[in-house]
Structures are given as C-alpha cells and as structure tokens.
Nanobody, 126 residues
C-alpha cells in the first residue's frame, strides 16, 4: 500500500521555525521526485518545493526561497521541509506528493503527482 504521511505541522509565531516530514512507503522512493504543496483557506493549492535526490534537483517557490530548505533521507524514505522565518502568509495545509522522476527546474507538476499525503496544518500567528 502506497502511503505518504506528513507530520510536523503546528502553531508557531511569526519568525519561528518548523520542520515538516514526509514519510513514504509502498513505492520505489529513490525513483520519485517528492514535492511539497500548500493550500491556504480560499486559495488554490500551490507548489512550495521539491526534490529529486537521484538527479540532484531541488526547487523552491520564490515566496519561500532563502527561508525553506528541502532535504531527503533515502535510507528512511523521508523528505523534510525545514521552514525558518515563518510568516503569517505561510499559514496553510502542507501536502507532500510523489511523481515518478519528478521535480524539474520548473518545480513539481501538480497534475503529474501520483501519490498524495493527507496534509499537515501550519499556522503562523502574527
């Protein structure tokens, strides 16, 4: 059974940090790009970051560059999103997703993601 399980969300004050985890199982993790997306209330889901550790690609949306860092521990089939200097506008449900050979220069392809997690809520208070 394929599973992507996010964890690490919570409530944090502006300027604080959180680390999200995406634990994957049931598919060949090394062959997939893993992306992080987020969806704020009343807004469309947007791409935040992605990583393809096999080819060494990473991507960050302009809104998070310099604040968020994505990394992968292939031994644990887990991708992390370290989020620093959080802002109230980062408040959203964060989802991880997987795409075979995914994560290009242009970022994760929402329509091509094959597997999705259930999401974890990040709330940043001002």
């Amino acid at each position: 059974e394929v599973q992507l399980v996010e964890s690490g969300g919570g409530l944090v004050q502006a300027g604080g940090s959180l680390r999200l985890s995406c634990a994957a199982s049931g598919f060949s993790f090394d062959d997939y790009g893993i992306g992080w997306f987020r969806q704020a209330p009343g807004k469309e889901r947007e791409a935040v970051s992605c990583i393809n550790s096999r080819v060494g690609n990473t991507y960050y949306a302009d809104s998070v560059k310099g604040r968020f860092t994505i990394s992968s521990d292939n031994a644990k089939n887990t991708v992390y999103l370290q989020m620093n200097s959080l802002k109230p506008e980062d408040t959203a449900v964060y989802y991880c997703a997987a795409e075979l050979s995914g994560c290009t220069f242009y970022g994760p392809n929402y329509h091509a993601m094959e597997y999705w997690g259930e999401g974890t809520l990040v709330t940043v208070s001002s």
